[in-house]
């Protein structure tokens, strides 16, 4: 599909950078494509026409802990079952989700240490849903205001929560801790 060609080229470019800094801005980018293809992935082998969330998640942690280094070992949690979205919904959530475990593995996790990694999804009530994904690395250094952030990925993360009439709200609680509470299609349709 479509996804794997620009995954495919973005691959190629890769190959000629130089520059440590935006050779991990290329990583990045080819790593959001990615987790969209998965997702499309996932859409077109069920018939439903909805993503099984924990199913997608297995899938992406793992791409993700591959892709960063096999010598970290992570105990990873994921905790979504019986969750299925819509790729409206499926593609904004795998996309956070993307950008907060990358996070974790570019600042939280070490080669020396235990590193521990857990993902919640879980519904709140009949039509809003709550992500949890917690590190238990160093938590962000210094508290921040998360709408007010200069990064490319946190402030990806503020735009696609706000895309699913969502709130953030970031912690330290033995490393970072990201809540999200955010609405289903239906939901956003009626606020829209």
């Known amino acids: 599909n479509n996804f ?13 950078i130089e520059d ?15 987790s969209m293809a998965l997702i499309h ?16 998640l297995q899938l992406l942690v793992k791409e993700l ?3 960063f280094n096999s010598k970290m070992k992570v105990d990873t949690k994921i905790d979504a079952k019986n969750l299925k979205f819509d790729v409206d919904t499926a593609i904004p959530l ?6 907060i475990i990358t996070n974790s593995y570019k600042h939280a996790f070490k080669t ?10 879980d519904k709140t009530s009949k039509q809003e849903y709550r992500l949890i994904i917690e590190d238990n690395g160093p938590g962000i250094p210094k508290p ?16 696609l929560v ?13 490393g970072a801790r990201f809540e999200i509470t955010f609405k289903d299609v239906i939901a956003r349709q009626l606020v829209d």
Do not use: M, P, W
């Open 41 to 56: 992935q996932k859409l077109y082998q069920d018939s439903s026409g909805l993503i099984d969330f924990d199913e997608y």
């Open 4 to 16: 794997q060609i620009i995954s495919s080229l973005l691959e190629l470019q890769i190959k000629e």
């Open 144 to 159: 921040i205001e998360i709408k007010k952030v200069n990064s490319l990925g946190l402030t990806l993360v503020n735009r």
């Open 162 to 174: 706000k895309q699913l009439h969502g709130v953030v709200n970031l912690t330290n609680q033995n």
């Open 20 to 34: 440590e800094k935006a050779l991990d801005l290329a990583n990045e980018g080819k790593n959001r494509v990615k």
């Open 94 to 99: 795998g996309l956070i989700i993307n950008e």
């Open 65 to 67: 802990s591959s892709v």
């Open 112 to 121: 020396d240490k235990k590193n521990s990694l857990s993902i919640s999804i």
